[in-house]
């Protein structure tokens, strides 16, 4: 079974420049989510959609930072314009949920590392 | 608001002795647990979880947890350390109460295990 994908795998941009990164989930998992992973610290959940509907976002930056899921496949998360906090490893999850509760475990891509200088 | 707490930063242990990371956690509701482990560039890998049922619970690898309510603690455990455990490992808790838009997953800051000769 094809794990979770998400490129690039690095990416260096200047602040105030824009990025995106891009997830593809594993086939027939209906839950997706984007974390970000600062050094140091566990990741945390920026966004969370199921099938093609965001189910949360309250902790997505939504002055830069945007997502979208279309067709409840792939999904990418962009951030416009980067900060020099925005400097973290980007993971891409996703899980067989298809209820409001969530208990399965999530299947991690190996994330994209931005560095913003 | 939910929360998980790893107090030690990093675990030293010696090859053939047994080891435990700790983990303690708070939620509203009934607690879902979970160990992810990340070896470095790589995403996080799941261990297994608590949902339900038996105390004591079995994963990957030979590691295994003890759910324990009344301390609100899930204590990851191997009988026998190898080197190549060696790596980040992630407490994590979702509430199973639905709050607003669903019931994210909440990681610890890790700990990093070194399973030495």
């Known amino acids: 079974e094809a794990g979770v994908a998400q490129s690039p795998r690095y990416k260096i941009i200047e602040k105030r420049q824009s990025v995106a990164f891009w997830c593809n989930p594993i086939?027939?998992?209906?839950?997706l989510y984007w974390y970000q992973q600062i050094l140091g610290q566990g990741p945390k959940l920026l966004i969370q959609?199921?099938?093609?509907?965001?189910?949360?976002d309250s902790q997505l930056p939504k002055d830069r930072f945007s997502a979208e899921r279309l067709k409840g496949v792939d999904s990418t998360l962009k951030i416009q314009p980067a900060k020099l906090e925005d400097s973290a490893v980007y993971l891409c999850?996703?899980?067989?949920?298809?209820?409001?509760?969530?208990?399965?475990?999530?299947?991690f891509g190996p994330g994209t590392r931005l560095t913003v200088l | 608001a939910q929360s998980v707490a790893q107090p030690e930063d990093q675990v030293n242990v010696a090859e053939g002795n047994p080891l435990t990371v700790k983990c303690t956690y708070s939620?509203?509701?009934?607690?879902?647990l979970f160990w992810y482990v990340q070896y470095p560039n790589r995403g996080l890998q799941f261990l297994l979880k608590?949902?339900?049922?038996?105390?004591l619970v079995k994963g990957s690898y030979g590691f295994e947890a003890e759910f324990n309510k009344s301390q609100t603690s899930f204590h990851l455990k191997k009988p026998s350390a190898l080197v190549s455990d060696s790596a980040l490992y992630f407490c994590a808790v979702r509430d199973g109460v639905l709050t607003g838009g669903g019931n994210k997953l909440t990681f610890g800051t890790g700990t990093q295990l070194k399973v030495e000769l």
């Open positions: 959609f199921q099938n093609n509907g965001v189910v949360d």
């Open positions: 608590y949902i339900t049922g038996d105390n």
């Open positions: 086939s027939g998992h209906a839950t």
């Open positions: 999850a996703s899980s067989l949920e298809r209820g409001k509760i969530s208990y399965n475990e999530q299947f």
């Open positions: 939620v509203s509701g009934n607690p879902y």
